[in-house]
């Protein structure tokens, strides 16, 4: 998955790609997302549950602004770490496949 943003030059491909990997029964919203995000919306954009967006916030992995007791994370960092993710899943996910394979636990169709 590819986080944005994405100017007006890239928009249309990356939501042609975007229908392209979901299929022809999907329904996709496009919306604004706020410079500052509240946990229910770092949860969205991250696809995780409120408590885990929470925990980000609390042990430092994303940082986040108090306005008043409210925290907001910089949407930017929320990007950034969700790209970070992607990497690293796709680079474990690569490397087990790798061992799969080189160990003969991978069969032949």
Do not use: W
Not at 9 to 24: S, V, W, Y
Not at 83 to 89: A, K, L, P, Y
């Amino acid at each position: 998955m590819t986080f944005g943003p994405f100017d007006a030059r890239q928009a249309p491909r990356e939501l042609a790609r975007l229908l392209d990997e979901l299929g022809p029964d999907t329904a996709v919203t496009i919306g604004l997302v706020p410079a500052l995000l509240t946990i229910a919306q770092v949860a969205d954009v991250l696809g995780c549950s409120r408590r885990y967006a929470a925990r980000l916030v609390d042990t430092g992995a994303l940082p986040a602004e108090f306005h008043g007791l409210h925290r907001r994370v910089p949407r930017t960092e929320v990007l950034a770490l969700g790209e970070r993710h992607t990497r690293i899943r796709t680079e474990v996910l690569d490397n087990l496949a790798d061992l799969t394979r080189r160990e003969g636990m991978y069969e032949k169709f």
